[in-house]
Structure formats: C-alpha cells, structure tokens
C-alpha cells in the first residue's frame, strides 16, 4: 500500500506548498484544501517540491489549483515540479500550462 499522506501549507506569504502524495486517494482532498488558500489572491508561487508521487489526478488537481489561484489575482508560477508530473504533462499536451 502506498503513502497517501499529504500535506499543505503557505510556506511564505505567497508561496503555497504542497508535498506527500498527489494521486487519485489525495487529489480531492488537496484541492479542497487549497481552495481557501488560493482565494484570497496572494499565491504567487506554487511549490511542488515536496510532492513524493503523483499520477494523473495530481496533474488535474495541480492545473485546477493554477487556475483557481489566477482567478483571484495573478497566476502563480510553479516551483519544483516533479519529472513525474511533467512527464505526464507532456505526453498530455499540457506543459504550456504548467509554464
């Protein structure tokens, strides 16, 4: 069984931080999470270095954060993404996206 532990937090005053897992188990979670962090406007940076595994639904939940986040004010940039997710991103024709 793998770990489905995640965890959020505004590591600095724009920079969200998200590390652990981001996969189908997790997805949901993080982005209702997220979702208070992300609507008062002031992420400018989206940090994924810490993620650990991610699959699909990470890559839906990382692209739904960024456009949450740009609705309320500026779009963040990513920080550390995994090979994993740009991987995935790239066979997805999403990379554009994540820039």
């Known amino acids: 069984m793998s770990d489905d532990r995640y965890r959020l937090e505004m590591s600095s005053p724009d920079t ?10 997790t997805a949901a979670q993080v ?3 997220a979702g208070p962090m992300l609507a008062g406007g002031g992420v400018r940076v989206l940090d994924l270095a810490g993620v650990s595994g991610a699959d699909s ?4 939940c990382v692209l739904s954060m960024l456009a949450r986040a740009g609705a309320h004010g500026p779009r963040p940039r990513v920080h550390g993404l995994p090979g994993s997710l740009r ?3 790239k066979v997805s024709d999403a990379e554009a996206l994540l820039a």
């Open 31 to 33: 982005l209702a999470e």
């Open 87 to 89: 991987r995935l991103a």
């Open 16 to 25: 969200l931080a998200v590390s652990g897992a981001l996969n189908f188990r």
């Open 57 to 60: 639904a990470g890559l839906a």
